[in-house]
């Protein structure tokens, strides 16, 4: 009897403490969503305001609305963050309110790659055609955040800091002398010499077809962005890449001699120069909005029936529903459909940031494109990536818009099966035996090496798709099918270069793709409406708060591994045959 006690006390202890711990999460949760949600009122803006620009966050496509996806992990605290669709909208708003007088970038690094950074710069330069003033100050410029703050009238830095510009390097992480240890073979299937996708599987660097490509999109990005430095600088493009070469902006003299900037200055001298350029006095308050807090006047609503579609795909192609940062075939296909449907709608702009995934996915949203064209103009307009898959769901549009930065093509597709029988027998000790009604009745079981006739059904498979790829790019881009093949094979193309090959018709924002869209769809007038709609809020609020947990865990014990568990995770992850880009691809 006392032992019985015992227990039910203990469970009672379990069960309160439980409740505590519920109770606390929950308070602190509910005081984060309120605290997300007064950031979220509008703020007065006063005449002779400056706005102020800093990003120092990752930049997504489009505003998260979930409440949980500004709170920080541990600490619960709320930053607030915009999408690049409202940053666009919101420097092109403040260019004709009277009550903003200029822009400070007060930029280090920046959260985004470097389409994404183009589409930003390019309305700054729009804005600085209001004759307003652009001024850049930080303690530390990254080469992102530097790309960005050339476009300002001046550019400054602490006396103290630096421009980390040395250049742009690419690195791929192999994973074969892991398996080897583990004894994990992977086994692979696929189309396209440039396909590299398998490489870090099966090698321990580089092929040299893969560091032919990766060299050609990595040096035809850094001549991009070397040009424009070069026009926003007025330096030549040859000295620019000597100073790179000799890193000669490590420290802000050598930075301020090479005219990298125009003057080094302390904070109290920038505020300084801002009170003179306002016209306030010494002791007078800067009147200052951050461009996350920036309410723009309100606008007379057009008077017009007629809509722009904007269909945002953004992420991994997967089948069914995928979330906001998740291709989902179904969720994707629905928005085209709806759009093709609806005869308000007169066009429609396909923004696709995505470096592609399931090949049937793919297929799938290929087809609602197709039929989307037949009723309505479809613009396509490319961000960061649209390789692969990405670019399997963008070639039937009428028109494709990339930025030249933009990473598309890898016109190729892959499988990779894992044999993990010398891991589960020697490293584990656990062996299988099997009885099956046929031949095939076991394929793909990873606890075993793929036999001849399975690796050839596979192989078949793959070239069947690849097949499929290149027919639907060759009749959507109207370009011969041996000219696809040739420019396909998996390669990796920047959007400049896609250009010129005809995968790509105009470099150009995704605000030029939507003017292209108005102008085929001839419109003078037109309302944009989005689609898909944004994951509501409260739907996935456990959801977001547990991943967000969860991963903030995962890099506090993982540090910098972090990106290699991501890998991990997502080759674990993948199912069917992939269409997708060869890598993660960051471009420092």
Known sequence: MKQFFKFVFASMVGVFLSIVIFTFLSI???????????????????DNSIMRISLNYAIKERTDKNPLGKINIPSFSSTKTIGLDEILTRIERAKEDDRIKGIVLDIGGVGASLATLQEIREVLLDFKESKKFILAYSEGYSQKGYYLASTADKVYLNPEGSVDFRGFSAQTMFLKGTLDKLGIEAQIIKVGTYKSAVEPFILDKMSPANKEQVSSYLNSSY????????????????????????????????????????????????????????????????????????????????????????????GEIISGEGSDEQIGSERISRALRT?????????IVFRVNSPGGSALASDVIW???ALAKEVKPIVVSM???????GYYISCAADS???????????????????????FLNNKLGITFDEVKTGEYASLMNVNRPLTPNEESLIQQDVNRIYDTFTKKVAEGRKIALAKVDSIGQGRVWTGAQAQKIGLVDRLGTINDAIKSAAKKADLEEYK?????????????????????MKTWFAKQELGEGYVIYQQAKGIVEQSGIQARLPYVITIQ
């Not at 818009?401 to 016109?411: D, K, R, Y």
């Open 223 to 314: 001549d991009y962005y070397l040009s424009n430095l070069s026009k926003s600088r007025s330096l030549p493009v040859d000295t620019l890449r000597a100073i790179a070469n000799r890193y000669l902006g490590r420290n802000a003299d050598l930075a301020l001699q090479c005219k990298l900037v125009d003057e080094l200055k302390y904070k109290d001298e920038l505020l300084g120069e801002l009170k003179n350029r306002l016209g306030i006095k010494k002791d007078s308050r800067i009147k200052a909005v951050n461009i996350e807090d920036y309410t723009p006047k309100e606008t007379t609503s057009k008077n017009t029936q007629n809509r722009i579609a904007v269909i945002y795909a953004v």
């Open 528 to 548: 944009l409406v989005s689609y898909p709609a944004m994951k509501d809020p409260f739907e996935s609020l456990m959801g977001s708060s547990s991943d967000k």
């Open 28 to 46: 602190v949760i509910i005081g984060a969503i309120i605290s997300a949600a007064s950031s979220d009122k509008a703020v007065q803006i006063s």
């Open 339 to 347: 759009a093709r449907e609806d005869n308000k709608v007169k066009a």
């Open 383 to 389: 961000g960061d990536l649209a390789a692969s898959g």
């Open 400 to 422: 494709i818009f990339a930025q030249p930065n933009t990473i598309t093509g890898s016109i190729g597709v892959f499988g990779v099966i894992p044999n993990m029988q010398h």
């Open 367 to 369: 087809r609602e494109v």
